[in-house]
């Protein structure tokens, strides 16, 4: 079965960084698309970054410049390097995969919708 692990949450303070990785199995990694999201307590669970095939990467507006996703194909990982970080990124951050639908939608892996599983989450705490 699919299985979707994410490490490297942790307590950080304002300004700092962290790197979460999310290992997957049971999946042809590099056919899916990779996404991260989060939720914060009370709030809904949205995309903070998605990544589909190597290259093609997107970002919500609140974290763009700060956060970097990349994938290793090789490693079946994907990584999200948070920089700058805010304490309104405080919240619990899930990886997810999405396969390619059909019909096709190019802009498929930037939708909630789109991912068809989840990890279990790993919670990031930045303190002011």
């Known amino acids: 079965q699919v299985q979707l692990v994410e490490t490297g949450g942790g307590l950080v303070e304002a300004g700092g960084s962290l790197r979460l990785s999310c290992a997957a199995s049971?999946?042809?990694?590099?056919?899916?698309?990779m996404g991260w999201f989060r939720q914060a307590p009370g709030k809904e669970r949205d995309v903070v970054a998605a990544?589909?095939?190597?290259?093609?990467?997107y970002y919500a507006d609140s974290v763009k410049g700060r956060f970097t996703i990349s994938r290793d194909n090789a490693k079946n990982t994907v990584y999200l390097q948070m920089n700058s970080l805010k304490p309104e990124d405080t919240a619990v951050y899930y990886c997810?995969?999405?396969?390619?639908?059909?019909?096709?939608?190019?802009?498929?892996?930037?939708?909630?919708?789109?991912?068809?599983?989840w990890g279990q989450g790993t919670q990031v705490t930045v303190s002011s």
């Open positions: 997810a995969a999405a396969p390619p639908p059909y019909p096709y939608s190019g802009n498929y892996y930037t939708q909630k919708d789109s991912y068809k599983y």
């Open positions: 990544i589909k095939g190597s290259t093609m990467t």
């Open positions: 049971g999946l042809t990694f590099s056919a899916y698309a």
